[in-house]
């Protein structure tokens, strides 16, 4: 099954919620492009109602998109029919943030396990017993407790329960919303630890999201950040991290406290930047790199170094980036 | 020990739930001391006890529990263990005010914002409505909300997350309270309102010389905002110290396990 | 409580299930001596043509349940489906279903009863057919709103991404949690049908003679209560147990299994 290309193709995914009491109608992903390659993680970062959760759902097209294409090993997903989408989702899966409600409370481990594999015929009815087994170790539990309810684990071990779900039938790749954001910060450290260890036994690909940006920078081998349903910037972790050229990715970067006394101190006695971005105007006329889109037809996007992308959206009136960009 | 100077001298402070008649200890006798003004942090993971201790100074129960509290809290000197109801409602709001992790669940929402703060102008302070709201106004640009007069007619759902913290931030120190209590006040709250929660809490520590009891579970959060640090685990503090000190070398095992899973911002990360 | 409302249904059920074992008498013999008082021979007394009331009471208590267990039941199969599509599949078909229950809702339960009867005759499969229908809305709401949250809980979701298909996370990942409120109101409603029953027949509209039930013991002993009150304080006295033990029965249902909370 495997496509020349990357394993997941996202061009110009859309989704816009429709009118509701009178509200005009919210685009909350507004073309939003990236690839995935096989074995990467590409981290997604944004605050609330930036659309990055959004995103994740209409990729796995629990969410239906109002424009653009959504491309897993070759095969397009946005218009695939009902059945085949659910033979598909062998391949995708799911981890979602909170471990507490994303279990069925009635069912034992044993069983939230064996569902993926009944569905999907991966291993015969005989063997599942030994598979779900299997599954506890891979996510470092004991296969013994398999006969409890979610509600006798703690939260780190339910977010286990919930990773062996998802890898239950072998997937290719999996898009993980928030999923420590619940946990404490041993328990956070803990599962991301399991989350690489898998990558790498399992070659998986992720989509990790988070608004903690200091969790994705120890995870994401690439960085998106997202600003009201658009993509603001997208590159190689290092580089956004320790370049960022869009002046909100520098801005959510700032506001990460930093766990050193003297710095943080220093840090808060700063005045605080709270830069208006602007919105959605500047759609015609040339833009913050003086380019007319519009004009020219082109993607409102500017390649700063190779692999590593900006839009020119969302900036602070009468920000230049020229000026700002070299810290390269 | 006791120091007279202190604000809030807690002495063997222990917390006793009753869950279907079987006990368990939630707080193992616990001391420390808050002085006028001053900034401490309680640090530790859910479960540790920090917030069930944050509500003992309050001498509020956690939802839908009853509790057993032993010990004392002195504040100036008078146990909120022991004292009348009476006088423990006029503590709350007046001498000791608190802001919990939720700015969603916390404002009443068919009462404009403005009007819940009069409310409590009224009845802590005794206020006429009209001065009251004078205040309110005065408070809400405290606290840095952008037209005040107008967004006082506004209410709840009408303001993100982070103004509704800033709400029940104004609202806490309306009365100028000698202790602000924050539990987790911005765990709800994306890292750039964060950011800007936090200088406020400082200011507002600052200007008005109010101690700040700060609980959360970030090392981050309360890296640059206290002077000294209490780590609780399983109901006991396992350590105590200067910010700095307990930063550059903590002692307890537990403090170097929970410092060492901090995530860092500025570690490099994986590389294509 | 719930252990109280389980005794008075332990209780009920025995009586119904050996009525004939334990009634003294057969409920259509008649003995000497009508409207006779308590006696060692008839606990209870006998009503107007003789027959021993205490035995009528068991048998008829038999019928009258019978009726009602049967209607609830239908009621609650058909409340479930509806229910369920309704809440789960939502949008038109929401629509559709709870219009039509709303006419249904809106309809005075004798009126309708009254109407289904003077159509079709009194028979057993009328009445129950009517007292089904009449409370079917009533279920079927009762499930609709908890599924119309619990649908929207992580955990279907994480269904769905896993690839299970909708009609399995419609009856594995919702219907289960959303049983509580449903028993709860499933106990309501077979104390509501028993007064409907008895009801029903007191007004003639129940099944035929010479089957004995409570409801019409008491319209036939109605024109002789001064002369042996215990005729009619029997009946009505069955009444108000079953269906206080139902109504009990709920109350401790929902006690235990806290409906409302999550």
Known sequence: ??????????????????????????????????????????????????????????????????????????????????????????????VLQNPYSSLHPRMTVAQILAEPLTVHRSVPRERIPERVAELMTLVGMDPKVVHRYPHEFSGGQRQRVVIARALAVNPDFVVCDEPVSALDVRTQAQIVDLLHSLQEKLRLSYLFIAHDLAIVRAVAHRVAVMYGGRLVELGDAARVYDSPAHPYTRNLLDAVPIPDPARQRAKLAEAAPEPQFRGRDGETGPCVFGEDHAASGTPAWHEVAPGHGVSCRFWPPGACPGQELPRI | MDDPRALLQVRDLTAQFNRDGVPSRVVNGISFDIAPGEAVGFVGESGCGKSVTARAIMRLAPEGSSVAWGGRILFRGRDLLRIEEREMRDMRGRRIAMVFQDPMTSLNPVMTVGAQIDDMLCRHAGLSRRAARRRTVELLGLVGIRDPALRADDHPHQFSGGMRQRVLIAIAVSCQPDLLIADEPTTALDVTVQAQILRLLMRLGRELGMALMLITHDFGVIAGMVERVYVMHGGDIVESGEVDALFAGPQHPYTRALLAAVPRIETAGRTT | MVAIGFVMLAALLAIVILGPVIAPYSPSKTSPGSLAGPSAAHWLGTDSIGRDVLSRLIIGGRGTLLITVVAVAIALAAGLVLGLVSGYVGGRVDQAIMRVLDVVFAFPVFLLAIAVVAALGPTLQNLILTIAIVYTPTLARVVRGPVLSVKRWDHVEAARSVGVGEFAIAIRHVLPLVVSPILVQTSLTLANTIFTVTALSFLGLGPPPPDPNWGSMLAEARQFMELAPLTVIGPAAAIVFASLTFIVLANGLREMLDVGSR
Not at chain 1, 15 to 42: M, Y
Not at chain 1, 65 to 78: D, F, H, M, P, W
């Open chain 1, 1 to 94: 099954m495997s496509a020349p290309g990357p394993l997941l193709r996202v061009r110009d995914l859309c989704v816009t919620f429709p009118a509701r009491r009178g509200r005009p109608p919210v685009r909350a992903v507004d073309h939003v492009s990236f690839d995935i390659e096989p074995g990467q993680t590409l981290g997604l970062v944004g605050e609330s109602g930036s659309g990055k959760t959004t995103t994740g759902r209409a990729i796995l097209q629990l969410q239906p998109a109002s424009g653009g294409s959504v491309r897993l090993l070759g095969q397009e997903l946005t218009a695939m029919r009902r059945a085949d989408l659910r033979a598909m989702r062998r391949h995708m899966q799911f």
